[in-house]
């Protein structure tokens, strides 16, 4: 069996380009060795449990969906030796950067996918996240475009069946029509429930938020950052 055809922008894509500069000689050969063991394999059916995709033991499964440069996934792989993390970044560029910083680093707690998130959900078998992390995803400015914001009925449809009872929902975006995007999609699905209490909530990071190049510049050019947290419901 092969892994599932890669969607393209004609089907079903929450992505723009898969690759920009040329790959540095490093980054090709990191790509060759360390992608291949990593990488989730989707021809057959997720092992049972999920957590055997680690080679130790793992209290928590959390999935971040658009990893960009990996400087979240990484440290909070760093922070959280005993948590299985799962990345996923369609952009090969971005891969590349993180698995060096993995393999460098000796981290083992990873695995990621380096195509559309969706199929990786639909692997997945029930209940089995503690936690999804969609940051500073693409927001598709034009409305023509709005259909290929990874927040959708379908998505998190998708979030609710694989995630906990009480696991969490974390986005995380400078773009106000896409906070507000998430915000209605949330509040017209039955299985999500908004945390926040104060407007603090929603406008200071999580716990150890390592911060991310895009936030970074977000933040230069003048907007600002929205963190979203919402919980599967039981």
């Not at 380096?114 to 995803?137: E, K, N, S």
Request: with cysteine.
């Amino acid at each position: 069996m092969t892994n599932p055809p890669r969607r393209t922008r004609a089907t079903e894509a929450f992505f723009g380009r898969r690759s920009g500069k040329t790959l540095k000689t490093q980054q090709v050969a990191v790509l060759s060795d360390v992608l291949p063991a990593l990488k989730l394999d989707l021809s057959g059916p997720a092992p049972q449990p999920l957590a055997a995709l680690w080679p130790q033991p793992v209290t928590e499964i959390r999935l971040e969906i658009g990893f960009g440069g990996g400087e979240h996934l990484l440290h909070q792989a760093r922070q959280a030796p005993g948590t299985g993390f799962i990345g996923v970044e369609p952009f090969i560029n971005s891969m590349a950067k993180m698995l060096a910083v993995l393999d460098a680093e000796g981290l083992n707690n990873i695995r990621v996918h380096d195509d559309d998130a969706t199929q990786v959900l639909d692997w997945l078998p029930d209940g089995c996240l503690d936690r999804i992390d969609l940051l500073y995803p693409d927001p598709w400015h034009k409305k023509k475009h709005w259909k290929r914001r990874f927040v959708s009925q379908v998505n998190l449809d998708r979030f609710a069946r694989v995630l906990k009872p009480g696991g969490r929902f974390g986005f995380a975006s400078d773009i106000e029509t896409y906070v507000n995007w998430t915000l209605a999609h949330i509040e017209a699905h039955p299985d999500f429930a908004w945390t926040a209490r104060t407007a603090a909530d929603w406008r200071g990071p999580w716990p150890q938020w390592p911060g991310t190049r895009y936030e970074a510049k977000a933040i230069r050019e003048g907007r600002t950052p929205c963190y979203l947290e919402f919980e599967r419901r039981a």
